[in-house]
């Protein structure tokens, strides 16, 4: 992927800074202040990922893309690159039977782990963990002081790429650091946006116009300033610089398993992947039982077995209801594992009066996730040679 030079990026970098202090959308009156109880380890501003990317000394970053709002989308990355002898795209090497004319991957390289911070600029709590996640591998402890030396380990066994947020604009917009104890329709009301009459947008109904211009009140946080939202972008030919970027790296670091960051008001979950072959998706439901396991032992939020699904076939009658996202576009130009995340926001409804989650809880389920990523790849990784 051919970058700009550096001088450009620190022009972008300046203005960006300047975009994020001044563009931020106004809590409508009426709605719940940002929440001022929000603990100093819990970071979830892009400020936070510009102080975070300032204190590197292990890692390297670069910015990737700018966002039509002309903000820098970061990349860290851990460890070297490997070079897999590339003859063939991804899509070909599966036609010609055999992944390795994509990359050869041997028992001589390193798995390659892709974490893609959120995408909906509203899901602010993988923020949060990767910012976290960015400090242990720095300094082997969170931002709350919590050694994770075993994290930081694995991640040392491993090629990294960590992209901090998916959709600077969309977190630029979201006028809330966190959503813990406010209400539902707060955080979709921000997030997914509204219609000019002041009508939620909701889900899935924000789905139903992309871009997401014309009968707009608030442009939710879903979308970038173009009211494109990544997860749905047109993939083939993708409309926005965020989600071409994302897929690149994908493309040219040939993950072994990724990981797109989102939250919902329930339990922390992995979601099924769709329209990728069968093995992986027994593979995602394999860490989704894992991680709900070790989620139970460590005392945290976790989904019930019965909710954790198991694989199917998309669409078996019309009309088809199964999108092909952005974690089918990242299997199908790398072979990667990827699936979607869902971390829980913390908020309250009827049903559920007190929050499921604590700020403390919300960086240990994401840093937990992370860990199991690498326990299951560093133990189960899918040798192409």
Not at 56 to 75: D, F, N, Q
Not at 98 to 117: N, Q
Request: hydrophobic share 35%; glycine share 8%; aromatic share 10%.
């Amino acid at each position: 992927m051919k970058r700009k030079p550096y001088s450009v990026y620190l022009a972008i970098t300046i203005l960006a800074t300047w975009v994020n202090l001044s563009a931020q959308l106004p809590i409508e009156k009426g709605d719940p202040p940002n929440p001022d109880h929000i603990p100093g380890f819990y970071k979830t501003r892009l400020s936070d990922i510009e102080d975070e990317i300032g204190q590197l000394k292990t890692g390297k970053h670069e910015v990737i893309a700018t966002s039509p709002g002309g903000r820098p989308v970061y990349a860290v990355y851990y460890g070297t690159k490997e070079d897999f002898h590339s003859r063939a795209n991804y899509n070909s090497a599966v036609a010609a039977r055999d992944p390795v004319y994509f990359a050869r991957k041997g028992r001589d390289t390193k798995p390659v782990v892709y974490f893609i911070g959120p995408v909906h600029g509203q899901e602010v709590e993988g923020i949060a963990g990767i910012v976290n996640l960015i400090h242990v591998a720095e300094t082997g402890v969170d931002h709350r002081g919590k050694e994770w030396a075993s994290l930081k380990r694995k991640l040392e066994k491993c090629r990294v790429i960590i992209i901090p947020s998916g959709n600077p604009d969309g977190r630029n917009r979201c006028p809330y650091d966190s959503f813990l104890g406010l209400p539902d329709e707060i955080m979709t009301k921000y997030g997914q946006g509204t219609r000019q009459d002041g009508t939620s947008w909701g889900w899935p109904q924000a789905k139903s116009l992309h871009p997401m211009k014309g009968n707009v009140g608030i442009l939710g946080a879903y979308f970038n300033d173009d009211g494109i939202n990544p997860m749905h972008d047109d993939f083939f030919a993708p409309m926005a610089a965020e989600t071409r970027a994302i897929l690149d790296i994908a493309r040219a670091e040939v993950p072994d398993i990724t990981v797109s960051l989102h939250s919902h008001e329930n339990p922390p979950r992995i979601l099924p992947a769709h329209y990728v072959p069968w093995f992986m998706k027994e593979r995602i439901t394999d860490l989704a039982r894992r991680l709900n396991a070790r989620y139970r032992q460590a005392g945290l939020a976790y989904t019930p077995d019965e909710w954790i699904d198991n694989p199917t076939i998309e669409d078996e009658t019309f009309p088809p209801r199964t999108s092909f996202n952005l974690i089918s576009a990242l299997h199908h130009v790398s072979g990667t594992m990827a699936f979607t995340f869902e971390c829980s926001h913390g908020t309250v409804n009827e049903r559920t009066p007190e929050p499921i989650v604590s700020y403390d809880d919300i960086v240990d389920i994401q840093l937990n996730l992370y860990e199991e990523m690498l326990d299951y790849i560093l133990e189960n990784r899918l040798y192409w040679e």
